[in-house]
């Protein structure tokens, strides 16, 4: 090795830039980072449905510049796209994609992290790109944002939900719960504000949307205690509701059809899509059946500890939602700092501990929290709803966009205790 161990850090959104930074926060100048992304910024993907109830063009405030970041921590950025990985070699291939037509070069680690997201296959959804609608990028929010606001939209019955997921499995990977959708947050944050926004142009409410999932029930991974509430709350609200999907068969001009059989007449149709691994990380060493990476509870791959993976490529990632990929950031971070910087914990290293902590958007300037790891055999669940976690997940873009996604370590902890005691 090295006598500075270079540590590449595949994937710069929101798990690969944090993590970057803490590694350079634990490891300190003994290590060279460097980061690679196809584009140079950031999209902050969770606050695309507040642009787009605004009638604001979401790519015009939700893409971060972060090299200026990534320069005050001496950190190295590579604009490429990754061609494949060879972790006998330890080197990555690459094109660089600033001008179409480059060459693929070759790039070697000591240590890799791997934060690549994954691939969202709306391709294999038919009619999807021609009758459907998501939130899942500033592209799409945009083209939502117009269908809404130029007035293509009639007031017609709209869908909201997912396709079915196809979660990695591997006897090397610690004991999870399998889950049957990517994440259901989303759906179930858009269902509550697009009400509003409805009921406040006059085109309807709740009563114009359904929900589906293509599991026994939407959102499992928030745990039995606040389904118990949610679900009766959007039965008295009036909204659809349609379980056991099986997954999305096709999109038409007048509906949505599932692989159970059923269909719904719909006149939009808001999808999430199945989460796949990226086909350069599919039968690997070290990945699952489906291409997510294996790791253990410190976020390392067990046959090849050198190698690392957070946020939506690692295979432990259920649900695939940003708080994980955040903690996940800094568990990996001091293991490094420990192992090859200059970090000295007065304790163990605390592994990986599952929790959902989500806070979305319900229109009129108020909000939903949910603080839960029943899913995974805990005893927390809070659910709450009110204006204090609205201004919350505005706050946490602010603090984001401020510290170019290095969160204090106090800043999801303070986020918790806030909201885990105080709404209005």
């Given at each position: 090795?090295?006598?500075?161990?270079?540590?590449?850090?595949?994937?710069?959104?929101?798990?690969?830039?944090?993590?970057?930074?803490?590694?350079?926060?634990?490891?300190?100048?003994?290590?060279?980072?460097?980061?690679?992304?196809?584009?140079?910024y950031?999209?902050?993907?969770?606050?695309?449905?507040?642009?787009?109830?605004?009638?604001?063009?979401?790519?015009?405030?939700?893409?971060l510049p972060?090299?200026?970041?990534?320069?005050?921590?001496?950190?190295?950025?590579?604009?490429?796209?990754?061609?494949g990985?060879?972790?006998?070699?330890?080197?990555?291939?690459?094109k660089?994609?600033?001008?179409s037509?480059?060459?693929?070069?070759e790039i070697d680690?000591?240590?890799?992290?791997?934060?690549?997201?994954?691939k969202?296959?709306?391709?294999?959804?038919?009619?999807?790109?021609?009758y459907?609608?998501?939130?899942?990028d500033?592209?799409?929010?945009?083209?939502?944002?117009?269908?809404?606001?130029?007035?293509?939209?009639?007031g017609?019955?709209?869908?909201?939900g997912?396709?079915?997921?196809?979660?990695?499995?591997?006897?090397?990977?610690?004991?999870i719960?399998?889950?049957?959708?990517?994440c259901?947050?989303?759906?179930?944050?858009?269902s509550?504000?697009?009400?509003?926004?409805?009921?406040?142009?006059?085109?309807?409410?709740?009563?114009?949307?359904?929900?589906?999932?293509?599991?026994?029930?939407?959102?499992?991974?928030?745990?039995?205690?606040?389904?118990?509430?949610?679900?009766?709350?959007?039965?008295?609200?009036?909204?659809?509701?349609q379980?056991n999907?099986?997954?999305i068969k096709?999109?038409?001009?007048?509906?949505?059809?599932?692989?159970?059989?059923?269909?719904?007449?719909a006149?939009?149709?808001?999808?999430?899509?199945?989460?796949?691994?990226?086909?350069?990380?599919?039968?690997?060493p070290?990945?699952?059946?489906?291409?997510?990476?294996?790791?253990?509870?410190?976020?390392?791959n067990?046959?090849?500890?050198?190698?690392?993976?957070?946020?939506?490529?690692?295979?432990?990632?259920?649900?695939?939602?940003?708080?994980?990929?955040?903690?996940?950031?800094?568990?990996?971070?001091?293991?490094?700092?420990?192992?090859?910087?200059?970090?000295?914990?007065?304790?163990?290293?605390d592994?990986?501990?599952?929790?959902?902590?989500?806070?979305?958007?319900?229109?009129?300037?108020?909000?939903?929290?949910?603080?839960?790891?029943?899913w995974?055999?805990?005893?927390t669940?809070?659910?709450?709803?009110?204006?204090?976690?609205?201004?919350?997940?505005?706050?946490?873009?602010?603090?984001?966009?401020?510290?170019?996604?290095?969160?204090?370590s106090?800043?999801?902890p303070?986020?918790?205790?806030i909201?885990d005691?105080?709404?209005?």
């Amino acid at each position: 090795m090295a006598a500075q161990p270079h540590i590449l850090v595949l994937g710069c959104n929101f798990a690969g830039l944090t993590t970057a930074r803490y590694i350079r926060e634990y490891a300190g100048d003994e290590v060279k980072i460097t980061c690679m992304d196809r584009k140079p910024y950031l999209a902050f993907i969770p606050n695309i449905p507040i642009e787009v109830w605004n009638n604001n063009n979401p790519e015009r405030s939700l893409h971060l510049p972060f090299i200026k970041f990534l320069d005050r921590d001496n950190i190295d950025f590579i604009q490429g796209e990754v061609q494949g990985i060879d972790v006998e070699t330890k080197s990555v291939d690459f094109k660089p994609v600033e001008r179409s037509g480059s060459a693929t070069e070759e790039i070697d680690y000591d240590y890799l992290v791997i934060a690549l997201g994954n691939k969202l296959a709306f391709d294999d959804i038919e009619g999807f790109g021609k009758y459907g609608h998501t939130f899942t990028d500033t592209y799409y929010g945009d083209k939502v944002r117009r269908y809404l606001h130029d007035g293509s939209y009639k007031g017609g019955p709209i869908v909201i939900g997912s396709d079915y997921f196809q979660q990695g499995k591997s006897d090397k990977l610690p004991d999870i719960p399998t889950a049957e959708a990517a994440c259901e947050g989303p759906p179930v944050e858009i269902s509550f504000s697009m009400a509003e926004w409805l009921q406040k142009r006059g085109l309807g409410g709740p009563e114009n949307i359904t929900l589906f999932t293509p599991a026994e029930v939407i959102a499992e991974d928030a745990g039995e205690q606040i389904l118990d509430q949610l679900l009766p709350m959007f039965d008295e609200m009036g909204y659809g509701y349609q379980a056991n999907t099986k997954g999305i068969k096709r999109l038409y001009e007048d509906g949505i059809e599932f692989e159970d059989g059923s269909s719904l007449e719909a006149e939009m149709k808001i999808i999430f899509p199945n989460w796949e691994a990226h086909d350069f990380l599919k039968k690997l060493p070290i990945s699952d059946d489906q291409g997510f990476i294996i790791t253990d509870l410190h976020m390392r791959n067990p046959d090849y500890p050198e190698v690392f993976a957070v946020g939506d490529a690692a295979s432990i990632t259920v649900p695939k939602i940003g708080s994980l990929g955040h903690m996940e950031a800094e568990v990996l971070a001091k293991v490094l700092g420990q192992e090859i910087g200059g970090y000295d914990p007065d304790e163990k290293i605390d592994p990986l501990e599952f929790e959902l902590v989500c806070m979305g958007d319900m229109g009129d300037h108020k909000g939903f929290y949910m603080h839960t790891d029943e899913w995974w055999g805990g005893d927390t669940s809070i659910l709450k709803m009110g204006y204090t976690p609205h201004m919350l997940k505005m706050g946490f873009k602010s603090m984001y966009y401020t510290t170019g996604g290095k969160i204090p370590s106090w800043g999801l902890p303070m986020s918790e205790f806030i909201a885990d005691r105080t709404m209005i």
